[in-house]
Antibody, heavy 124, light 107 residues
Framework: EVQLLESGGGLMQPGGSLRLSCATS????????MSWVRQAPGKGLEWVSA????????HYADSVRGRFTISRDISRSTLYLQMTSLRAEDTATYYC?????????????????WGQGVLVTVSS | EIVMTQSPATLSVSLGERATLSCRAS??????LAWYQQKPGQSPRLLIH???TRATGIPARFSGSGSGTEFTLTISGLQSEDFAVYYC?????????FGQGTRVEIK
């Protein structure tokens, strides 16, 4: 059974930093791309960042580029999101998702499995 | 950025009836479109990918159609567990983008 379990959320002050983790199991972590998708309270879904299966190619939404860094540890089957210079508008539930990848290694952001989400609140 | 527009915002449907949800893309996304279902307090779940392919374990009453810029999700014979918010998402272009969602409620 594919499982994704996020952790690391909490209450942060504006300008602060936080690292989210997503521990995975039930499939070959090194064979799939991954993404982070967020949802502000009572709002819709917003894709944040994606990473290919090798951890070589990253993609970011304009709203987080330069502040967030996505990475993965294949030995731990874990995805990370390092968040810096946090803003109030980053307040959201953050989901990690499993994505597809083409034979040539291009990320396909078709999110077939989702974690339960972790809440990040940025407030003074 | 591709803008995804869903209609209607809210759809009131009786149990057993058919629900038709629409999604329009501001540019051609070919068939690289997915539909997700989200129930209150839960994570989204993939229903349809590549515009018309049901994801693993999704009942046959869910069907998707369309290509290019116009897409439809049809739920035939609504059951109580189908009342939720539905999102479309294009993954043809970077940045992947979601629609604002359609809430399906009990009439």
């Amino acid at each position: 059974e594919v499982q994704l379990l996020e952790s690391g959320g909490g209450l942060m002050q504006p300008g602060g930093s936080l690292r989210l983790s997503c521990a995975t199991s039930g499939y070959s972590f090194s064979s799939y791309a991954m993404s982070w998708v967020r949802q502000a309270p009572g709002k819709g879904l917003e894709w944040v960042s994606a990473l290919d299966s090798r951890g070589a190619t990253t993609h970011y939404a304009d709203s987080v580029r330069g502040r967030f860094t996505i990475s993965r540890d294949i030995s731990r089957s874990t995805l990370y999101l390092q968040m810096t210079s946090l803003r109030a508008e980053d307040t959201a539930t953050y989901y990690c998702t499993r994505d597809e990848e083409t034979d040539s290694g291009l990320v396909v952001t078709r999110h077939d499995y989702w974690g339960q989400g972790v809440l990040v609140t940025v407030s003074s | 950025e591709i803008v995804m527009t869903q209609s209607p915002a809210t759809l009131s449907v009786s149990l057993g009836e058919r629900a038709t949800l629409s999604c329009r893309a501001s540019q051609n996304v070919d068939s690289l479109l997915a539909w997700y279902q989200q129930k209150p307090g839960q994570s989204p779940r993939l229903l349809i990918h590549d515009a018309s392919t049901r994801a693993t374990g999704i009942p046959a009453r869910f069907s998707g159609s369309g290509s290019g810029t116009e897409f439809t999700l049809t739920i035939s014979g609504l059951q109580s567990e189908d009342f939720a918010v539905y999102y479309c998402q294009q993954y043809r272009h970077w940045t992947p983008t979601f629609g604002q969602g359609t809430r399906v409620e009990i009439k």
